[in-house]
């Protein structure tokens, strides 16, 4: 999912760095931004 999430939008990539649950709380951030 990591490659997807590259391709599908690099906003969520450091989301996924930090953990990953992060990615979901990065999607919401992103929306709210």
Do not use: F
Request: proline residues 0%; without cysteine; negative net charge.
């Amino acid at each position: 999912d990591s490659l997807t999430g590259l391709a599908d939008d690099q906003s969520i990539t450091y989301g996924m760095v930090e953990g990953r649950d992060g990615r979901a709380s990065a999607g919401e951030l992103k929306l709210a931004d």
